[in-house]
């Protein structure tokens, strides 16, 4: 189906719609009846009552463009190796903040032999 073709059956049920709630509006019956009547759901009646309700969308309020920028996820840090001089090495993650590294490294002093 062409664009053209499909924006005409929209303006063509928009049309229907348009002129089916003028004639609820100037009619005296319930919105149950009237739909019986004219054959259609109420859950229809109701979201084009609504959907013509709003006002269009005009030049003078167009919609608002938010610009977002999508960054690939930073690269894992590297490791942080330690040498100590009794031959022993640690690591540690290399986002492990320096306090948790000194921590580790005195406890380490501490141990007895």
Same mark, same amino acid.
């Given at each position: 189906?062409?664009?053209?073709?499909?924006?005409?059956?929209?303006?063509?049920?928009?049309?229907?719609?348009?002129?089916?709630?003028?004639? #609820?509006? *100037?009619?005296?019956?319930?919105?149950?009846? #009237?739909?019986?009547?004219?054959?259609?759901?109420?859950?229809? #009646?109701? &979201?084009?009552?609504?959907? &013509?309700?709003? $006002? $269009? *969308?005009?030049?003078?309020?167009? $919609?608002?463009?938010?610009?977002?920028?999508?960054?690939?996820?930073?690269?894992?840090?590297?490791?942080? +190796?330690?040498?100590?001089?009794?031959?022993?090495?640690?690591? #540690?993650?290399?986002?492990?903040?320096?306090?948790?590294?000194?921590?580790i490294l005195?406890?380490? +002093?501490e141990r $007895?032999?």
């Amino acid at each position: 189906m062409s664009a053209s073709s499909a924006r005409s059956r929209a303006d063509a049920a928009t049309q229907r719609w348009v002129e089916r709630l003028e004639r #609820f509006s *100037a009619g005296n019956t319930t919105v149950v009846a #009237f739909c019986a009547a004219e054959g259609v759901s109420e859950s229809n #009646f109701y &979201l084009w009552r609504r959907r &013509l309700a709003q $006002p $269009p *969308a005009t030049a003078s309020n167009p $919609p608002t463009v938010v610009h977002i920028r999508v960054a690939p996820p930073p690269a894992p840090a590297t490791p942080i +190796e330690i040498a100590l001089p009794s031959g022993t090495v640690r690591r #540690f993650p290399g986002d492990a903040r320096p306090e948790f590294i000194v921590a580790i490294l005195r406890g380490l +002093e501490e141990r $007895p032999c």
